[in-house]
């Protein structure tokens, strides 16, 4: 299993441009899960998703979508890109258990 | 909602010294306590974790221990060696049917050779 895989690992946007974050896992997780972690912080919950064809907000969703249409994939959007949303985005997933599997990430520069 | 507090933000200690981290959470309904470890550009990985129904619980030179009276859980990392150098993070969940997990802010373990 290759686990939680993220794409890009880098990317720099100019203000205002939109981009697409992609989450994939293949464990078949219900569960998934977007964070940003900016420095010297904790992570912070963007969006979630309890299993196909559902979301919800998390503490930090403001300037963000979610969608999930598979139980594979859990993208995040950008629709406008600010520099405040300059930052490291992790998935993550789990099962019913608690324990969640985070991906490599993804760090993002708004210039 | 949960609100986790974490304490110290940096701690610097001797290889083969203990180290310890503090977390403490508000919300009496959280029952899941994991603790992550981050190294320098790397996701964040689980290290230990503590469920409500158990005060202790040990794994090699890790244990974390929890007081729900309290509301407070703490790291224990004995005979530390320098790949212990890291960030660790706290993070506090009532289950339910999402688990979201809220993360304290870290802290920055150095050990010293």
């Known amino acids: 299993n290759a686990g939680v895989t993220q794409t890009p690992k880098f990317r720099i946007l100019k203000i205002g441009q939109s981009m697409t974050l992609q989450c994939t896992q293949d464990?078949?997780?219900?569960?998934m899960y977007w964070y940003r972690q900016d420095p010297g912080m904790g992570l912070k919950l963007i969006y979630y998703?309890?299993?196909?064809?559902?979301?919800d907000k998390g503490e930090v969703p403001n300037g963000y979508n979610v969608s999930r249409s598979t139980t594979e994939d859990f993208p995040l959007r950008l629709e406008l890109a600010a520099p405040s949303q300059t930052s490291v985005y992790f998935c993550a997933s789990k099962t019913g258990t608690d324990t969640q599997y985070f991906g490599p990430g993804t760090r993002l520069t708004v210039l | 909602g949960e609100n986790v507090e974490q304490h110290p933000s940096t701690l610097s200690v001797q290889e083969g010294d203990s180290a310890v981290i503090k977390c403490t959470y508000s919300?009496?309904?959280?029952?899941?306590f994991p603790w992550y470890k981050q190294e320098l550009g790397k996701r964040p990985q689980l290290i230990i974790d503590?469920?409500?129904?158990?005060g202790e619980k040990k794994d090699q030179r890790i244990a974390v221990t929890l007081n729900k009276t309290a509301k407070h859980f703490s790291l224990h990392i004995t005979e530390t060696q320098p790949e212990d150098s890291a960030v660790y993070f706290c993070a506090a969940s009532n289950g339910g049917s999402q688990g979201n997990l809220i993360f304290g802010k870290g802290t920055k373990l150095s050990v010293k050779p």
């Open positions: 464990m078949n997780h219900n569960y």
């Open positions: 503590i469920r409500s129904n158990v």
């Open positions: 998703s309890v299993g196909a064809g559902i979301t």
């Open positions: 919300d009496s309904a959280s029952n899941y």
